[in-house]
């Protein structure tokens, strides 16, 4: 029984090691693991006369995230949209929309599809990380294997985080993003954390 435990805890212990993140690899800044810090540096594929950030909150105050310069004269007020991207729950602050201002017109952009079309060619880091996030990545700042990058002319690359389980079970994935066409390619490198705990109030939304 002994020989059992010792063996699965070496070949364990080796599956853990597999995932090595290469030396030119940065860690991704603590900061950029939550979205709403994000959204500042996000240059649209198209130009609009003004844009914002939203929650569901019901409260026109507390709703904006985010909003881009806008213009004196410019007023829009629009319903709630009934959905929006990062769905988290079903009641107050659950999801994240954009509502943005085109020919005097309002334009929404409610789900994680339209999120990758507003943002479009991939300038920046935390454009790439939002891209990331919406295919269901997400940021670990407290590991390279869950949070590194690297930026080339065509592409950026990124080590990034899944989480599954209770206790929750962490995996590594290599992601490639073409920064042209928003083109996102991953691969699984493997568990890299493993709690002992079982913590149900854990979330593991886009923070």
């Known amino acids: 029984m002994k020989i059992i435990v010792i063996t699965s805890l070496v070949l364990s212990n080796l599956f853990f090691a597999q ?6 690899y940065r860690k991704i800044p603590d900061i950029l693991d939550t979205a709403e810090y994000l959204y500042p540096f996000i240059v ?3 130009e609009y006369g ?3 950030v939203l929650t569901n909150d019901t409260d026109p105050e507390k709703a904006v995230i985010y909003e881009s ?3 004196d004269f410019m007023t829009i007020n629009e319903p709630l949209p009934e959905k929006g991207f990062f769905q988290q729950c079903m009641d107050n602050r659950c999801f994240s929309y954009i509502l943005a201002c085109k020919n005097e017109r309002s334009v929404y ?3 994680e599809q339209q999120l990758r079309d507003f943002i479009g060619t991939v300038d920046n880091l935390p454009e790439a990380i939002l891209l990331a996030q919406t295919y269901g990545f997400s940021v670990d700042t407290s590991n390279k294997a869950g949070g590194s990058y690297k930026m080339e002319d065509k592409h950026i690359s990124l080590y990034a985080s899944k989480s599954k389980g209770c206790p929750e079970i962490k995996e590594s994935y290599f992601i490639k993003i073409n920064r042209k066409t928003g083109r996102l390619e991953s691969k699984n490198k493997g568990i890299y954390f493993k709690s002992e705990d079982c913590d149900t109030s854990a979330q593991t939304a886009p923070k």
């Open 69 to 71: 310069q806008m213009p």
């Open 44 to 46: 649209p594929d198209k």
């Open 50 to 52: 003004y844009w914002r």
């Open 109 to 111: 952009f409610s789900s």
């Open 19 to 24: 995932t090595v993140v290469p030396d030119d």
